[in-house]
């Protein structure tokens, strides 16, 4: 039972209350000890009991920072297969196919379209033929999700925590 209380994640908010990340209950120990975080109470959570030779630790699920931490600088990474593959899921953008994909221009590059976050998608060969050099109007298709860039972590990871817990 020890080593499944220890397998636990805790949830890490800032000093202004944003979720940061989770992570696990030997690190939130270690920050709750030297003083860089304290539990956050809610009514509706619980925590864990984490016993050593000389003393019984209670780690609540959420812990807040006390300290400032100065945010990481974050890029919006550069467009490429990987990252588009990331975003769309591995999964073709128009059909749901993840089988032979592609990376297909919207907007057509011959008809002025960018290498941009806003302009690319993974579509499986059978889509991209069927498209051609036209745009989805054009070829009668339509998109699963509207392109966009990633977005920083951080924002991803609170998006997550709070769609999960106002449910």
């Not at 920072?65 to 990987?82: Q, Y």
């Not at 008809?111 to 690319?120: A, E, F, I, L, S």
């Not at 999700?145 to 990633?150: F, G, M, N, V």
Request: glycine letters at 4%; one cysteine or more.
């Amino acid at each position: 039972m020890t080593t499944s209380v220890l397998d636990q994640s805790v949830v890490v908010f800032s000093k202004n209350y944003l979720p940061l990340s989770r992570i696990n209950i030997k690190r939130a120990i270690s920050l709750l000890v030297i003083g860089k975080a304290e539990p956050m109470l809610l009514e509706d959570t619980a925590g864990w009991q984490v016993r050593s030779p000389n003393a019984i630790f209670y780690v609540p699920n959420h812990i807040r920072l006390t300290v400032a931490s100065t945010e990481r600088l974050w890029k919006i990474p550069a467009v490429s297969r990987r990252e588009i593959l990331r975003r769309d899921h591995h999964t073709c953008q128009y059909c749901g196919s993840t089988k032979h994909l592609t990376i297909d221009h919207i907007l057509p590059r011959s008809k002025g379209g960018k290498h941009t976050w806003d302009n690319v998608v993974i579509a499986c060969e059978r889509c991209n033929q069927h498209k051609g050099d036209r745009t989805p109007h054009e070829a009668g298709m339509t998109l699963r999700t509207k392109p966009k860039a990633p977005i920083h972590p951080t924002v991803a990871f609170a998006e997550q925590f709070w769609q999960a817990h106002t449910d």
